[in-house]
Structure formats: structure tokens, C-alpha cells
């Protein structure tokens, strides 16, 4: 069944929130979304056995990440005189959602 879920990232003292709802579920390969209110966003992850990692247990997991968002105008007034955005949202942004992507599919066991 498609879900819905809220976020929240916190970003030097800025926050910011959204609503997302599945647009589709392929378990255990694809998930898709959109946001519904909030900071407009969409995206999809693709999760790929490697089972060939070298990892202690043997298996992994590669996630292929697909995100893209409308940024909202403080963050985009702060950076836009500068090239810094790319590497804000990589670093900072990005990583803040996938530390919560992967809690919700430990938590759900997706």
C-alpha cells in the first residue's frame, strides 16, 4: 500500500518540513515519492544486492538515490551568489534525509 510520511531537516538553525506520499512501490527493488505540502520535492531509490561487498556478512545493499527539490528562497538567497548550493545539498541537506530514509526502512523493515 502507498504511504505517507512527514519530514523534517534541520539545517543551521533552519527547518524545514514536508508531507510525502509513495507515488510507487516495487519491493524489495523500487520506492518513489512526492511531496504534498512542504518544501516541494520528489524522488525515487532503487536498491541493488551486491553481494559480493566484501562485507563481513557478505551482502549489502547499493542505493541508487534520485531527489530533486525546489529550494526554498532563504536557502536560495543565501547561496545564490555563490556555486556553494551543490555542495550544501550533498553535504548537508541530502545527508540529513537519507540518515531519516534509513531509520523509516530499518524501522518498516522494507
Not at 510520511?5 to 538553525?13: L, P
Not at 512542504?38 to 538515490?65: A, L
Amino acid at each position: 500500500p502507498l504511504r505517507q510520511s512527514k519530514w523534517t531537516v534541520g539545517v543551521r538553525g533552519l527547518k524545514f518540513s514536508w508531507t510525502a506520499r509513495d507515488t510507487l512501490i516495487q519491493p524489495p527493488h523500487r520506492i518513489e515519492w512526492e511531496s504534498t505540502s512542504g518544501m516541494k520535492n520528489m524522488g525515487s531509490v532503487e536498491f541493488i544486492p551486491n553481494n559480493n561487498s566484501g562485507t563481513n556478512s557478505g551482502n549489502s545493499t547499493e542505493m541508487i538515490v534520485s531527489f530533486t527539490f525546489v529550494a526554498p528562497r532563504v536557502v536560495a538567497g543565501l547561496f545564490r551568489r555563490s556555486n556553494r548550493i551543490g555542495r550544501f545539498t550533498e553535504d548537508v541537506l541530502l545527508m540529513n534525509m537519507l540518515t531519516g530514509f534509513r531509520d523509516v526502512v530499518v524501522e518498516e523493515d522494507l
